[in-house]
């Protein structure tokens, strides 16, 4: 029974230098692409460690020797959704809880302003995975662009062109798949001059524009 009890003691004692770390991110919500910051404390001092997102390593550094790090990681291209315990931290030695994350919709155009007919690239990230979807200039009515279907990352890109009957202002453009999920931005309508009557001329000369 002696020699039992103590075999117990020895197989739940912590190994020697191994310290419990504690961590945070900056959020825990963020589409694809953003920048995340992650600090910790508690670690073993100089220890290397690799932050890891499902298996995939996605920063990683040493600790300083009072055993603290501040790093920064980018959001994987990943489909929208909620992803438990997908955040990992290691350290050969130390022990620290996972995390879970939230990956949400966002679009990006390739150009903010210009004028009427101008074309204009959206790329659409953190969308759900093999879908259509649907981009609007304005009112959600008419799509002025159309996606057969985002990929398994949830990812897409479209293009289309401003449209003709459009005055000068500030216009959102919304992406939006099969399941609502959606992700907005702003787009600006700027003058252009498309003729001109003249290229030369003299003073007081009429010019039509």
């Not at 074309?119 to 995975?129: E, I, P």
């Not at 000068?168 to 009557?197: C, G, K, M, V, W």
């Amino acid at each position: 029974m002696l020699i039992t009890a103590l075999l117990g003691i020895g197989a739940l004692a912590a190994p020697v230098g191994a310290a419990a770390g504690t961590w945070t991110i900056s959020t825990a919500t963020a589409a694809p692409g953003s920048i995340i910051t992650a600090a910790g404390s508690g670690f073993t001092a100089n220890n290397p460690y690799t932050i890891k997102w499902s298996g995939t390593v996605v920063a990683s550094g040493n600790a300083t020797v009072s055993g603290t790090f501040s790093t920064s990681f980018t959001v994987p291209s990943v489909a929208r959704g909620v992803y438990t315990d997908v955040l990992t931290i290691e350290s050969v030695g130390d022990t620290a809880t996972a995390k879970s994350f939230t990956v949400t919709s966002a679009i990006t155009l390739s150009v903010l302003s210009g004028p009427i007919g101008a074309s204009v690239t959206v790329n659409g990230y953190g969308f759900a995975a093999s879908q259509a979807a649907n981009v609007y200039f304005g009112a959600l009515t008419t799509p002025v662009a159309q996606v057969p279907t985002t990929d398994a990352n949830g990812y897409f890109f479209a293009s289309f062109l401003v449209p003709t009957q459009s005055p000068r202002a500030a216009y959102t453009i919304t992406a939006r798949d099969a399941s609502l999920n959606q992700a907005t931005a702003t787009f600006s309508i700027i003058p252009r001059i498309t003729t001109i009557s003249a290229e030369a001329g003299g003073v007081g000369d009429s010019v039509t524009i």
